[in-house]
């Protein structure tokens, strides 16, 4: 299994999770990237999502995928 990051620098987020069978989790979270992308990786594994958009609090902008394949 690998798990691709690709990600900007933000410190609020807005975080989707998305599953195969079409569960969507979403939640907020705040830090640097790395340790965002950190604590998403132990959640996709933990809860068997297969994907995750990070999106900026303030703009809304996708900032971040990290997706399990």
Do not use: P, W
């Not at 990237?33 to 990786?41: F, G, N, V």
């Not at 994907?51 to 996708?62: A, F, H, I, W």
């Amino acid at each position: 299994m690998a798990i691709n990051i690709q990600h900007t620098y933000t410190t609020h987020v807005d975080i989707h999770y998305y599953s195969e069978d079409g569960y969507t989790l979403h939640c907020r979270d705040c830090g640097d990237m790395d340790s965002i992308a950190e604590r998403i990786c132990e959640i996709l594994v933990k809860h068997n999502f297969s994907y995750s958009d990070v999106c900026s609090e303030e703009t809304g902008e996708l900032l971040m995928t990290i997706e399990r394949s």
